[in-house]
């Protein structure tokens, strides 16, 4: 049973900062791509950035000098460094792999920006 497990999410202001972490769990294959993705209310769930290792990384326009993700290989857990966030960043974050796996999503964690 794989289980991808969000946290780190919160209310912040415009311009604020939050960390998220995604522990993951299960059989899981030693090497795989980790990801960032988020949905907003009434919006399509969208892919925020992935990493396999620290030379392969990508990030979304929309996101792209502004968040970076990391990984700790050794204690299976994922990052995400969220800065000069906006309004528009409102959403709640998932993690899963890249491509995601339905069955994977896990319940996320809510990022507000605002005011």
């Known amino acids: 049973q794989v289980q991808f497990v969000e946290s780190g999410g919160g209310l912040v202001q415009p311009g604020g900062s939050l960390r998220l972490s995604c522990s993951a769990s299960?059989?899981?294959?030693?090497?795989?791509?980790v990801a960032w993705y988020r949905q907003a209310p009434g919006k399509e769930r969208e892919l925020v950035a992935h990493?396999?290792?620290?030379?392969?990384?990508y990030y979304a326009d929309f996101v792209k000098g502004r968040f970076t993700i990391s990984r700790d290989s050794a204690t299976n857990t994922a990052y995400l460094q969220m800065n000069s966030l906006e309004p528009e960043d409102t959403a709640v974050y998932y993690c899963?792999?890249?491509?995601?796996?339905?069955?994977?999503w896990g319940q996320g964690t809510q990022v507000t920006v605002s005011s």
């Open positions: 990493i396999m290792r620290g030379t392969n990384i």
């Open positions: 899963n792999r890249f491509p995601y796996y339905n069955e994977y």
């Open positions: 299960g059989s899981l294959p030693s090497v795989y791509i």
